[in-house]
């Protein structure tokens, strides 16, 4: 069971960025995935989550509008698209299998003011 993370950097404040998360190693399509974050100092938090089949989204009200998670069966991957990022959503961003401790690598997210 492997989750990889791809697709983080340094953004200027308003920019954005697209976290991908490819999976393997297990039946992708069964199960509920989710992003969650760690910024410097802080403790891990959830960010958004989307469910199998009917794919419900569900996010951390406070990053709802900003950020969007989706979902691609067919590539066993799961996205983050983050738009007008700011400097507070600088952190280490982890996929992760809903349900389970199972979790990715982490890619780091930097965003400047």
């Known amino acids: 069971v492997q989750l990889v993370e791809s697709g983080g950097g340094l953004v200027q404040a308003g920019g954005s960025l697209r976290l991908s998360c490819v999976a393997s190693g297990f039946p992708f399509n069964d199960y509920t995935m989710a992003w969650y974050r760690q910024g410097p100092g802080k403790e891990r938090e959830f960010v958004a989550s989307?469910?199998?089949?009917?794919?419900?989204?569900s996010y951390e009200e406070s990053l709802e509008g900003r950020f969007t998670i989706s979902r691609d069966d067919n590539v066993n991957t799961v996205y983050l698209q983050m738009n007008n990022l700011k400097p507070e959503d600088t952190a280490v961003y982890y996929c992760?299998?809903?349900?389970?401790?199972?979790w990715g690598q982490g890619a780091q997210v930097t965003v400047s003011a």
């Open positions: 989307i469910t199998s089949f009917k794919r419900k989204a």
């Open positions: 992760k299998r809903a349900f389970s401790d199972v």
